[in-house]
Structure formats: structure tokens, C-alpha cells
């Protein structure tokens, strides 16, 4: 027995206790320029490779980190994703993961019907969960074009392009929703992209459109998980989507890569992006082929928070995402894009000479910037429940030139 594919304790136990030591000097890759000849060893490579890996890492737990779309992620699926990869179960085969298999499925009979959906699959981020979603789409609807807001994330112009489907956007309007009265009249042979939490502004698309379209499919990627929260009411309508997509990697704290694509009709829609093969036990479903058992980790964390400990840290980064828009309403030196809708604030100071000073000033990983409509606008993303709003505030005043 190879002793380097068993549980090496020791080695192990040392890969933990590196993770709580302060690697924050460390600087710069030192690694060696050509592949070694020789190897020294896994302690050692740990231990050289501990401070870059550790110490020249984002910080997305941090109290001013504010700023993207990725959370922190809870320990308990650290240490799933370490089973997961001592186990390298392979999802595409019965044989090669009998057990990965049904808990993606129980997770995600879990989640559907959240979403008004009645299953799914899941997909190593919401660009793949867009692709074969719409994938389906045209199989099941025969659409033939993609509408979707300006606003939409750059994944669903991309899966159209990859379909060989038109693409057409829709203006939005002050908010950074689809403006629903520049839609157009016949979408019988349209594949109608809603967002629920648009990547630059958090805006959420009227869903009483939904339905109207030959297909309807909702861009959840960021937004999905606050239908296990009290502001559900805010995706009101969804149930009407033919699919939906949820990057579980966003606001549902996974590592990444975590999705999820959802459908109305799984088996059609299934059945619509299925292939056989000679080698396969069941037919391959989707885009993907070999795929591992990320739905664990998910299934874990669900499993000891429960939809209540889901719905506590969804809600509390709500709260932080509202004390930093009152913060922006009250400062006047500051201007608000439009009301935020799911935990993503968008601000600028008024004088806009001012901007690249005060970003300057700003901690690394408080804020990132969006441009829209030609003008450039702060995104705070409130995807972070350690976040210190207080500290963040100050942050922000402190960068803030005075008061006149
Ligand atoms: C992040 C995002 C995507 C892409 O999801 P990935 O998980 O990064 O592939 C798609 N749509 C929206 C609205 C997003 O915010």
C-alpha cells in the first residue's frame, strides 16, 4: 500500500493547524520555476506552499470584506470537501458513487420546491445552470431567441451565443429592473430570461412576466436563497419559471463550485439534454460529464443549520446591507443608485471627482465597483454575515473628504 493514498494524520492534522496561523507578512510566490525532478515530500510542501496558499488569499470572512458575490464558507464543509476528495466519487456513474448520487438528489428535492420547481440537477456554477437550463429550453419549446434585461449577467448572452439562439436585451429602468413595458409582444418562440438579483445592482425583475414567454427561466444565481427567508415574498411569481438557477456557491455559503439548475418539468427537461452511452449504467444528464459529490457539502450544511439557520444569516446580511443604504440615505455627501433590493447597495459620493480617491482609501475587499448607464457607481454585496457594518461606515466616513 502506497502510503501516500491513506489517512495520513499527522499530515493532516498539520494542513488544520497551518489554516489558524497568521500568514499575513508572507508575500510574493516562491515556487520553483520548472517542475522538480525530485519531490520533497508532503509535510514540506504543505509547509512551503501554507503561506502563499493561506496567506495570499482574499479574505471573504473578514469584518470590512463587503465588496462580491463570495461568502465565507462554514467549516462543516470544509470537512466534507475533504472526505470529497479523499473519496473522488464520480457522479456519473451509479457504480462510482452509489451513495453521492442520492444525496445530490435529496438535496435537491430540499431545495425545488422553494423555487416552485420539482427537481434538478446540480452544475459547478450558475453560467453552466444558465447554459442548460436554456439548453432545454430549446429542446422542450423550440424557442429560437433569448430575452433577457440589460442587466443580466454576461452568462446568458453567453449560453445563447453557445446555442446558436438570438439574443436580445431589454432596457431597464431606474431600479435596474427589466422595463416590462419594452418587451416585446409575441414571445412565442422566446426563451424569457428573468434575474433575481442582478450581478451589479440586486435588482429583481418584475416576475409577474413570468409565464408570458414559450419559456420562462429565472436567473437566481444570487438572489435564489432568500426564498428560504423571510423575504421570500420578494421572488414572488417564480413558481411560474419553466427553470431556475441558484450558484449555492453565492448565498448559500458552499464552496465553490456549487449550483443548482431546476425545472418544472424535470423528467422533459431531463430527458431533453440526456445522452446514452455504451459504458453508462444511466444516461448523462446535462452538460457536464465526470462530476464530483458537491452536493454534500450542501447537504451537510443544511443538515446541521436547518432552513432556520439558512434564513438567520440570509436575513442578518439583509439587515447589514440596509444600515449601510440608511448610512448612504442620511450622508449627504453621498448618493444611493436605487432602493436595494437583495443585500447589494449601490452608492457614489456626489462630487464624482471624489471617486477613485475615496476608493483608494477604502480597505481591500470592502467594496467593488460597477459601471452603469456610463457612469461609475461603489457595490457593497452583502454576502458576508461576519461583516462589521459599524467598522465598514467608518471606513467609509474616514475615506470621505469633510463635510462643507
Ligand atoms: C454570479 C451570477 C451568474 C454566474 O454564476 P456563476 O456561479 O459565477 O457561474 C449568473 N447570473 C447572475 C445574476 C449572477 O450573479
Redesign the pocket.
Known amino acids: 500500500m502506497d502510503k501516500e493514498f491513506s489517512v495520513d494524520s499527522e499530515g493532516l492534522h498539520q494542513a488544520v493547524e497551518l489554516m489558524s496561523r497568521d500568514f499575513s507578512s508572507a508575500h510574493g510566490l516562491d515556487l520553483p520555476v520548472e517542475l522538480p525532478q525530485l519531490g520533497i515530500g508532503s509535510t514540506a510542501a504543505l509547509n512551503s506552499l501554507a503561506p502563499n496558499i493561506l496567506g495570499g488569499a482574499a479574505r471573504l470572512g473578514e469584518a470590512t470584506s463587503f465588496a462580491h458575490?463570495d461568502p465565507p464558507t462554514p467549516w462543516i464543509t470544509w470537512a466534507v470537501t475533504l472526505w470529497n476528495a479523499s473519496l473522488n466519487q464520480n457522479l456519473l456513474h451509479p457504480a462510482t458513487a452509489p451513495v453521492a448520487r442520492q444525496m445530490e438528489q435529496r438535496v435537491v428535492a430540499w431545495l425545488a420546491p422553494f423555487f416552485g420547481m420539482n427537481g434538478g440537477h446540480m452544475t459547478p456554477?450558475?453560467?453552466?445552470a444558465?447554459l442548460t437550463a436554456l439548453w432545454s429550453a430549446r429542446e422542450c419549446a423550440g424557442i429560437t431567441e433569448v430575452i433577457a434585461s440589460e442587466g443580466?449577467?454576461l452568462?446568458i448572452a453567453k449560453a445563447a451565443h453557445i446555442l446558436g439562439l438570438n439574443f436580445r436585451s431589454v432596457p431597464v429602468d431606474a431600479n435596474g429592473s427589466m422595463d416590462a413595458a419594452q418587451l416585446p409582444i409575441n414571445l412565442s418562440k422566446s426563451a424569457l430570461v428573468l434575474?433575481a438579483?442582478?450581478?451589479s445592482t440586486g435588482a429583481v425583475d418584475p416576475f409577474v412576466l413570468a409565464g408570458r414567454a414559450a419559456w420562462t427561466h429565472v436567473?437566481a444565481?444570487?438572489a435564489g436563497p432568500l426564498l428560504l427567508s423571510k423575504y421570500a415574498h420578494l421572488l414572488a411569481g417564480i413558481e411560474s419559471a419553466d427553470s431556475v438557477?441558484v450558484?449555492t456557491?453565492?448565498w448559500l455559503f458552499q464552496p465553490k463550485?456549487s449550483?443548482l439548475v431546476l425545472f418544472k418539468d424535470t423528467e422533459k427537461a431531463h430527458a431533453a439534454v440526456s445522452f446514452g452511452g455504451a459504458y453508462l449504467a444511466t444516461p448523462n444528464i446535462g452538460v457536464l460529464g465526470s462530476h464530483g459529490a458537491t452536493a454534500t457539502a450542501l447537504l451537510a450544511m443544511l443538515l446541521s443549520w436547518g432552513r432556520q439557520g439558512v434564513a438567520q444569516r440570509i436575513e442578518h446580511c439583509m439587515d447589514l446591507s440596509h444600515c449601510l443604504r440608511d448610512f448612504v440615505v442620511a450622508d449627504k455627501r453621498l448618493e444611493l443608485y436605487g432602493e436595494p433590493q437583495t443585500g447589494i447597495v449601490v452608492w457614489r459620493p456626489k462630487d464624482e471627482s471624489l471617486f477613485d480617491q475615496v476608493l483608494q482609501q477604502l480597505p481591500v475587499g470592502s467594496t467593488s465597483t460597477t459601471s452603469i448607464a456610463g457612469r461609475k457607481w461603489f457595490r457593497s454585496v452583502a454576502a458576508n454575515p461576519s461583516a462589521d457594518i459599524d467598522r465598514l461606515i467608518a471606513t467609509i466616513q474616514v475615506a470621505l473628504p469633510e463635510r462643507t
Request: glycine residues 10%; aromatic residues 4%.
Open positions: 458575490m456554477g450558475s453560467t453552466v444558465n443580466a449577467h452568462s434575474t438579483g442582478a450581478t436567473d444565481a444570487w438557477a450558484s456557491h453565492k463550485e449550483a
